[in-house]
């Protein structure tokens, strides 16, 4: 089971408050483990100030202006960029599914403050990842659900309805979900 580029839903019985009613996309699955940034927890701090403290000039008003998000809780000081394929950063991009890459390279961040950038993009710090097995058996434990991934979704629903969005893909309505997981 591959799943990266897909959306990791979280269920309400996680027990795991840094999760709660998050919304993960997957960047990396595999035998190794998986990583993943959330795409709907804003932090409190705007793009403008953390290019202010990188020294890098802010030519777009209104990029300073977007919030910068909790991509996870690992690595909280390292920062990291989803966005639509139409970039590649003169480092490295990497391509995870089509319409998506991801980079984790300063270079970008330059780009996106001189107007130069992604069309979409989302920048977040830190993220959330998993040792081998450890995903499949948060799954198989009822901690998430899993749906497949839009541009539409990911960069242009307001983060405060991503995560019901994400569940309506799956024809889910957010009230009839348990918290507890049952087993035949």
């Given at each position: 089971m591959d799943l990266t580029g897909k959306l990791l839903i979280a269920m309400p019985g996680m027990g795991d408050p840094r999760f709660d009613h998050t919304l993960i996309y997957l960047c990396s699955h595999g035998e190794d483990g998986a990583m993943g940034l959330i795409v709907n927890k804003p932090a409190d701090l705007r793009i403008k100030a953390l290019l202010t403290q990188l020294n890098i000039p802010c030519e777009v008003p209104v990029v300073g202006e977007r919030l910068v998000r909790f991509g996870g809780p690992v690595e909280t000081a390292r920062g990291f960029v989803l966005h639509s394929e139409d970039y590649e950063a003169n480092l490295h991009s990497m391509p995870v599914k089509p319409g998506f890459r991801m980079t984790a390279t300063l270079d970008i961040l330059e780009d996106i403050a001189a107007g130069r950038g992604p069309e979409k993009s989302m920048l977040?710090?830190?993220?959330?990842?998993?040792?081998?097995?450890?995903?499949?058996?948060?799954?198989?434990m009822n901690g998430w659900l899993t749906t497949d991934a839009s541009l539409d979704l990911v960069f242009d629903q307001p983060d405060d309805e991503k995560w019901e969005?994400?569940?309506a893909t799956l024809?889910?309505?957010?009230?009839?979900?348990?918290a507890s997981a049952g087993h035949a």
């Open positions: 977040m710090l830190g993220y959330s990842g998993w040792g081998p097995g450890q995903l499949e058996d948060e799954i198989g969005a994400a569940l024809g889910v309505d957010p009230l009839t979900l348990s």
